[in-house]
């Protein structure tokens, strides 16, 4: 059972920030030499990959939810129970 849905968008932007970090800990280290520079595409590839991945999932959930609510063959709640039809 799972106790919230999956957002694959904030999943992006968690590893991003994970590889961001890790980047900057490399530099401080010494371990290599990352310019200030380089920072720029990855966080805004990282965002901008994230912002495209939330906009797919929630067109896929609102689709799979449209598609779930006209599946219902069951009568109107007008029609069905002691409610007076107009």
Known sequence: MLLHEFRPG???VGLTALALTAL?????TG???TPWYAM???????LGTAALV????????RRS??????ES???PASSSGSQAIR
Do not use: E, K, N
């Open 24 to 28: 900057y800990a490399g530099d401080a």
């Open 73 to 75: 063959i069951g009568a």
């Open 40 to 46: 720029v595409p990855v966080l805004c590839g990282g």
């Open 10 to 12: 904030r999943l992006l």
């Open 65 to 70: 939810a449209r598609s779930r609510s006209s």
């Open 54 to 61: 939330t906009w797919v999932a929630y067109r896929i959930r």
């Open 31 to 33: 371990a290599w030499t």
